[in-house]
Nanobody, 121 residues
Framework: QVQLVESGGGLVQAGESLSVSCAAS????????MAWYRQCPGKQRELVAI???????NYADSVKGRFTISRDNGWNTVYLHMNKLEVEDTAVYYC???????????????WGQGTQVTVSS
């Protein structure tokens, strides 16, 4: 299994910056991708940013140019650096990992517990 623990959420004012991180632990063969999703009350969870094993990154249009996803060399931690935050960025941010538990197993998706990011005007 893969355990994910997020940290770094909080309350900031619009225009400020904030970073969140997610540490992966457990027993698994390989992580294929690490991503951040967010969910606002009453809305569906949406992809914010993703980084794949091939080094490809992808961002939601609403955060392009403002957010940056990165990970450590060991694929144990993923970060989301958020600049020029807007009130609309207020949400619970969830870490997501696609991982293969064993070399012979299919990949599965794992989620963190979420961390609240609140941007005030």
């Amino acid at each position: 299994q893969v355990q994910l623990v997020e940290s770094g959420g909080g309350l900031v004012q619009a225009g400020e910056s904030l970073s969140v991180s997610c540490a992966a632990s457990g027993t698994y063969y390989r992580i294929n991708s690490m991503a951040w999703y967010r969910q606002c009350p009453g809305k569906q969870r949406e992809l914010v940013a993703i980084v794949t094993r091939d080094g490809i990154t992808n961002y939601a249009d609403s955060v392009k140019g403002r957010f940056t996803i990165s990970r450590d060399n060991g694929w144990n931690t993923v970060y989301l650096h958020m600049n020029k935050l807007e009130v609309e960025d207020t949400a619970v941010y969830y870490c997501n990992v696609e991982a293969r538990l064993r070399i012979t197993s299919a990949s599965g998706n794992y989620w963190g517990q979420g961390t609240q990011v609140t941007v005030s005007s």
